[in-house]
């Protein structure tokens, strides 16, 4: 009997996926949402239970903010399609992992807020969500079939689409959808703009909207406290009382505008 015990315990503590519960109000499908659709038991994850399903790529996930995932496989249509939702603690999260997840865009379909479609992969970020809805056979019909899957999950999440104006004003949806990062960390960078590791080397606390042009990056960075702001400032050996609304030139061309509080936009020339 001690052993038994011994071994519900291990199972338990190793996985968080077996005996979690739905989280309220989670966006996943049902027969009725679907009709025809048959489903696999969900499987959640909440925490650090996720590097049960994604062990070497959790980190990241967590490093944005991470709340919860549901994967679920659904056969729909003759098809088979992995998808996972995931919640992040906030909508610059979600939109985070969206913006370093994507990759060779074929499309990108009019569902709110951001999406991603190659013939295997439709990706969308809409308010706290990440969904990714993969497909074996990358056939049209596949990729129609997805994008049903991905309007059904969508038409669930309530709340307003994140709005980016504070980070670039006047910086258009669709730039932000082809070509935006956002990074929160080392992992971000890494996944997002490798290039960018040293501009950051060191620096936490802080929220990062880059665009990269042919000629030109914008960088946008709130920073979480003073003294984050004041560290990245001296990364760069630049006077923070310089920093203003009027801007300041460094030294290597970067033109560095304070927008507010803990707040700064840059914009360098290559």
Known sequence: MHRVIICLLAILSCSGALFSQLPEHFPVLTGEDLPGASFSPNRIFAGTALYGYINGGADLYLEYGFNSAVVSEINYRG??????????????????????????????PVIPD????????????????Y????????????MDASLEI???????????????????????????????????????IVNGLPDLEDYFKGI????????PHDDKMLVSVKFINPD???????LHNWDIEEITEAGLVSKSGERVKKISENRILIASEY
């Open 79 to 108: 098809g088979n399609y992995k998808t996972t939702i995931y919640k992040m603690d906030d909508q610059e999260a979600a939109f985070g992992i969206f913006s370093v997840s994507r990759y060779k865009c074929i499309s990108t």
């Open 114 to 129: 951001y999406t991603c479609q190659t013939r295997y992969h439709l990706q969308i970020c809409r308010g706290q969500y």
């Open 131 to 142: 969904i990714s809805i993969i497909n074996a056979i990358g056939s049209e019909e596949d």
């Open 150 to 188: 991905g309007k059904v999950i969508t038409g669930k999440i309530e709340g307003s689409e994140i709005d980016f104006a504070e980070f670039l004003p006047g910086t258009s949806k669709e730039e932000l959808q082809e070509s935006g990062f956002l990074v929160r960390g080392r992992l971000g």
């Open 204 to 211: 936490k606390g802080y929220t990062a909207v880059i665009i």
């Open 228 to 234: 984050a702001y004041r560290q990245f400032a001296a």
